[in-house]
């Protein structure tokens, strides 16, 4: 095979030409040292299936070689080059010294494009592309939110349909929330190993099949509803934890510095607007229905039936419209620099997302198949997971987001979905919220009604609010400020409200007063700790990891509201001794706010606790002209 010979040699020669003409300071060389000069044998391996090219490939390298380096090497790591012909492995000099403290140049340069990208993105102003991030992932936090408080209504449609139990609604009730957890944990990961891009609209697809599923959900002789709803939602909870560290990272790495906090809080704002929206859904349901509702005898409530059903399926809609943008969402190009180690392909990423919006002039196009250049940048792998991590300027990161997360989760939760437990309907009637007492079914539908309306108030009236003075505030006065002043006043309140609710039911006026406390500790949930701790693990951790941290602190987070939940089963008679419980809870999160850094104003490089001037030590694949490709590899 002779032509085959010849062909293979002149590829290696083309290879090697251009490495040295074109760079004659390149690392990228093959040979050993001898008494300072270059030998005869040039590389150490040739193409396996063809053996006897072995000697062309040994007999022509030394002529291109020797001229250009007289250098002595050691023993070092390999390259291979990958071509149509085949493999080869070549030898690699240390770095050569450069006036940059020891970085060959061409990490230097690659370095510096990383960091003008970067820069590119940070001051980048708020364009029609941050709004398409805002709409794309605050729909799919509409939709968590619907479906996960939509339960708070629907477990009273349950019970009064197939009897009342405890044991109903804490399964309901803590389903979701455990499947959340193991989704921000499944999720956050996989989206540091394959991609944002990649995982996001997936998370979409299991919210709506499942909550789909439960709207049509049936029983049988052998099936028991409460079981498959149960089963569904916490299928439902793994897609919508799965939202969490998604939704967050893509809306952090896209955003500008000065802008990011407002971005993400804009995002997260979309759950209270999907608490509302079912609430709102919920209390024209039953308005439709209430003729009919009241017309069913006590031992066939169908029409209640027909509710539930038309209030869990509608939590669909929201999810259908989004999946498509999901799925068209371009990769992060922090993604693409930092762990897919193509610092070309995210500059021109980033390029072309700006002059699509109208920041930088000319047109440019994302191009997925654009030559590659790996570089020699830290890699995620469970050797530097526990080197980072081991770190206790970034343990105490971790623990600080994870640990404020739970408390929070502890009160958010526990309220949120047992609110109808907090409030009797005496409470209720001297709110002035009652619309009637009964017994029966009549009872029944005036009981839905109250706490719809009730629920809706505190919504609009308190959480809803919050999430604006957050909105407002977060990217001038800083996320710890605003954590720290949320534990401590949620602290106050739960305290005051536990150690004197039972002083606060006596009366009307007391009553009242009982309400605006609670919810101003709504308030102040949101323009406070349920913002921050989305939104800052969010940013603290590096690009490698910035997922998975920030699926693990929201995993602690659902693992407190399991923890609500099981404190409701056990002490839901005794809502007072709740409270203290809640209050105790919260001056722990002040604890471990004080763990957190700052990140106003700095950037995600910035915040990572790495050093940013030498972070790509090299190139781990180099592609030269005529396609000539020389990758790292270990010897």
């Known amino acids: 095979?002779?032509?085959?010979?010849?062909?293979?040699?002149?590829?290696?020669?083309?290879?090697?030409?251009?490495?040295?003409?074109?760079?004659?300071?390149?690392?990228?060389?093959?040979?050993?040292?001898?008494?300072?000069?270059?030998?005869?044998?040039?590389?150490?391996?040739?193409?396996?299936?063809?053996?006897?090219?072995?000697?062309?490939?040994?007999?022509?390298?030394?002529?291109?070689?020797?001229?250009?380096?007289?250098?002595?090497?050691?023993?070092?790591?390999?390259?291979?080059?990958?071509?149509?012909?085949?493999?080869?492995?070549?030898?690699?000099?240390?770095?050569?010294?450069?006036?940059?403290?020891?970085?060959?140049?061409?990490?230097?340069?690659?370095?510096?494009?990383?960091?003008?990208?970067?820069?590119?993105?940070?001051?980048?102003?708020?364009?029609?592309?941050?709004?398409?991030?805002?709409?794309?992932?605050?729909?799919?936090?509409?939709?968590?939110?619907?479906?996960?408080?939509?339960?708070?209504?629907?477990?009273?449609?349950?019970?009064?349909?197939?009897?009342?139990?405890?044991?109903?609604?804490?399964?309901?009730?803590?389903?979701?929330?455990?499947?959340?957890?193991?989704?921000?944990?499944?999720?956050?990961?996989?989206?540091?190993?394959?991609?944002?891009?990649?995982?996001?609209?997936?998370?979409?697809?299991?919210?709506?099949?499942?909550?789909?599923?439960?709207?049509?959900?049936?029983?049988?002789?052998?099936?028991?509803?409460?079981?498959?709803?149960?089963?569904?939602?916490?299928?439902?909870?793994?897609?919508?934890?799965?939202?969490?560290?998604?939704?967050?990272?893509?809306?952090?790495?896209?955003?500008?510095?000065?802008?990011?906090?407002?971005?993400?809080?804009?995002?997260f704002a979309s759950q209270g607007w999907g608490y509302l929206a079912s609430t709102i859904v919920a209390l024209v349901t039953i308005s439709i229905f209430e003729k009919?509702?009241?017309?069913?005898?006590?031992?066939?409530?169908?029409?209640?039936?027909?509710?539930?059903?038309?209030?869990?399926?509608?939590?669909?809609?929201?999810?259908?419209?989004?999946?498509?943008?999901?799925?068209?969402?371009?990769?992060?190009?922090?993604?693409?620099?930092?762990?897919?180690?193509?610092?070309?392909?995210?500059?021109?990423?980033?390029?072309?997302?700006?002059?699509?919006?109208?920041?930088?002039?000319?047109?440019?196009?994302?191009?997925?198949?654009?030559?590659t250049e790996r570089t020699d940048a830290p890699t995620a792998s469970l050797r530097d997971f526990r080197n980072y991590f081991g770190q206790w300027k970034n343990a105490r990161v971790l623990l600080g987001t994870a640990y404020s997360w739970f408390a929070l989760d502890i009160a958010f939760y526990g309220l949120g979905l047992n609110s109808s437990k907090v409030f009797t309907e005496t409470m209720l009637a001297n709110l002035g919220l009652s619309t009637g007492e009964g017994v029966g079914v009549p009872g029944i539908f005036s009981h839905l009604h109250n706490v719809t309306v009730y629920t809706m108030i505190v919504v609009a009236g308190a959480l809803l609010p919050g999430y604006l003075a957050s909105f407002l505030v977060i990217d001038s006065w800083g996320r710890k400020p605003i954590q720290f002043m949320g534990f401590f006043i949620l602290s106050a309140l739960f305290l005051i409200m536990g150690f004197e609710f039972q002083n606060f039911t006596q009366t009307i006026w007391k009553t009242k007063i009982l309400f605006f406390l609670y919810c101003l500790a709504n308030f102040f949930q949101n323009f406070g700790p349920n913002v921050t701790t989305f939104v800052i693990p969010g940013e603290v951790f590096p690009t490698r990891y910035r997922s998975t941290g920030h699926g693990l602190s929201a995993a602690a987070g659902k693992l407190g509201a399991i923890v609500a939940q099981v404190i409701f089963y056990r002490k839901g008679g005794a809502i007072e001794t709740i409270l203290k419980i809640f209050g105790f809870v919260m001056l722990t999160g002040v604890a471990s706010t004080a763990l957190l850094p700052e990140t106003r104003g700095r950037s995600l490089e910035e915040l990572s606790n790495e050093n940013q001037k030498g972070f790509i030590r090299g190139a781990n694949q180099i592609e030269l002209r005529n396609g000539i490709v020389l990758r790292k590899v270990t010897p």
């Open 292 to 371: 009919a509702i009241l017309r069913d005898p006590s031992t066939d409530l169908y029409h209640i039936d027909y509710c539930w059903r038309i209030l869990v399926g509608a939590g669909c809609v929201p999810g259908v419209i989004a999946l498509y943008f999901r799925l068209t969402v371009p990769e992060t190009p922090r993604f693409t620099m930092d762990v897919e180690r193509n610092v070309k392909k995210a500059c021109r990423n980033i390029e072309a997302v700006l002059s699509a919006n109208g920041v930088t002039p000319g047109v440019w196009r994302m191009d997925p198949e654009a030559s």
């Open 1 to 267: 095979m002779p032509s085959s010979r010849i062909d293979v040699s002149s590829v290696i020669h083309r290879a090697l030409l251009d490495t040295f003409v074109v760079d004659p300071t390149s690392s990228w060389f093959s040979g050993s040292a001898d008494n300072g000069t270059l030998p005869s044998k040039a590389c150490k391996k040739s193409l396996k299936p063809l053996a006897a090219s072995a000697i062309v490939f040994s007999t022509l390298c030394p002529l291109v070689v020797t001229p250009w380096y007289t250098m002595s090497l050691h023993s070092l790591p390999s390259l291979e080059y990958s071509g149509s012909h085949g493999t080869v492995t070549l030898n690699k000099y240390p770095p050569l010294p450069s006036s940059d403290g020891g970085i060959n140049q061409h990490a230097s340069a690659l370095n510096k494009s990383r960091a003008v990208a970067l820069e590119k993105v940070d001051k980048a102003p708020f364009s029609l592309f941050h709004v398409k991030v805002l709409l794309v992932a605050g729909t799919g936090f509409f939709t968590d939110a619907y479906d996960v408080f939509t339960i708070n209504i629907v477990a009273i449609m349950l019970s009064s349909i197939y009897g009342e139990s405890s044991g109903l609604e804490f399964g309901l009730k803590a389903a979701s929330p455990l499947g959340n957890l193991i989704g921000q944990v499944l999720f956050g990961w996989l989206a540091d190993v394959v991609g944002r891009k990649r995982m996001y609209g997936i998370e979409l697809m299991i919210i709506i099949t499942s909550t789909f599923a439960q709207a049509i959900a049936g029983s049988g002789p052998t099936v028991n509803i409460i079981a498959v709803l149960m089963l569904l939602r916490f299928l439902m909870g793994v897609g919508i934890g799965g939202d969490y560290p998604l939704s967050a990272i893509i809306s952090s790495e896209f955003a500008s510095t000065r802008s990011r906090g407002r971005l993400m809080t804009a995002v």
